[in-house]
């Protein structure tokens, strides 16, 4: 059996919430549970978002959780020049190109599952004349890509006619999020990954990717997500609060009980297998 390895990876766009706190225990709890590997991981490529001193903040909450990592934490950050590399590589052997479209100019677009518009190919065999590129996109194909998911089960996307040829280069020059955490699982050596299930509709790209990346596909969970009396995912936007870690061990419990686990240990057939469940109050 290989190493298990793990990791958390949040975004320091402010203080840990208790839908970050569920994410964060079931991959901490799995991997340590399998005697692995816990790994964290900085994903602050969106500067503008980033709340100045976040970071820092995430690392002492985790800490003051009793919540130990292992090795130094990755800030993709200081990765730029690696994505870089692979994008110019799947450019090279044909997997990427530009594309000079606007959001406006897909506005007529059908919705994707994730509520993004799919992409109808317009620039797929070359910029039109007298258009500059906007961004980077990777060429899908119409065949499903399907994983068996260990608390969602079987799930299966035909990402060409789901999604589109996906963005790997914003506009705005920054890393896209399906590139830069597949390059990041590729280079840390994930074998397992234990997130929410609101990543779990951008899996079957990331699967896409590894692919063309010749990068071995992790075994995923996806655990139900935290959501709010409204229905929605617990966020800075959504007024989540932060962690009250004058009692961590409050905070953790409440956590496990979210997660259907005991005290300690981890029990994988225990988790709802549900995408949403209500916070506890």
């Given at each position: 059996m290989a190493e298990y390895i793990g990791r958390f990876a949040p975004s320091p766009t402010g203080p840990l919430h208790f839908g970050s706190l569920v994410a964060a225990l079931a991959s901490y709890a799995a991997a340590r549970s399998a005697g692995g590997k816990w790994l964290l991981r900085m994903e602050d490529l969106d500067q503008p978002r980033e709340q100045p001193g976040a970071a820092d903040d995430i690392l002492r909450t985790l800490d003051k959780l009793g919540l130990e990592w292992d090795g130094p934490v990755i800030y993709q950050s200081t990765r730029l020049e690696r994505y870089r590399a692979v994008l110019d590589d799947l450019a090279r052997r044909g997997f990427a190109y530009p594309c000079a479209c606007t959001r406006r100019e897909l506005?007529?677009?059908?919705?994707?599952?994730?509520?993004?518009?799919?992409?109808?190919?317009?620039?797929?065999?070359?910029?039109?004349?007298?258009?500059?590129?906007?961004?980077?996109?990777?060429?899908?194909?119409?065949?499903?890509?399907?994983?068996?998911?260990?608390v969602q089960?079987?799930?299966e996307q035909r990402v060409e006619t789901e999604v589109g040829d996906f963005v790997l280069l914003r506009a705005d020059g920054i890393t896209a999020y399906q590139l830069a955490v597949v390059v990041?699982?590729?280079?840390?050596?994930?074998?397992?990954?234990?997130?929410?299930?609101?990543?779990?509709?951008?899996?079957?790209?990331?699967?896409?990717?590894?692919?063309?990346?010749?990068?071995?596909?992790?075994?995923?969970?996806?655990?139900?997500?935290?959501?709010?009396?409204?229905?929605?995912?617990?966020?800075?936007?959504?007024?989540?609060?932060?962690?009250?870690?004058?009692?961590?061990?409050?905070?953790?419990?409440?956590?496990?009980?979210?997660?259907?686990?005991?005290?300690?240990?981890?029990?994988?057939?225990?988790?709802?297998?549900?995408?949403?469940?209500?916070?506890?109050?």
């Open positions: 506005e007529d677009s059908a919705l994707a599952i994730d509520g993004s518009r799919i992409y109808p190919g317009t620039c797929r065999r070359g910029l039109a004349p007298g258009k500059a590129a906007h961004s980077v996109r990777v060429r899908s194909h119409g065949a499903p890509i399907g994983f068996a998911d260990a089960g079987w799930l990041d699982d590729l280079d840390q050596g994930i074998t397992n990954v234990v997130r929410g299930a609101d990543l779990l509709d951008s899996t079957a790209r990331q699967i896409h990717l590894q692919r063309l990346l010749g990068a071995r596909t992790p075994r995923y969970v996806h655990v139900p997500v935290a959501v709010n009396a409204a229905g929605e995912k617990l966020s800075k936007q959504t007024g989540a609060r932060p962690l009250d870690l004058s009692d961590p061990q409050a905070e953790l419990a409440r956590a496990r009980r979210f997660l259907n686990q005991a005290a300690d240990g981890w029990d994988i057939a225990r988790v709802p297998r549900l995408r949403t469940i209500a916070a506890p109050e």
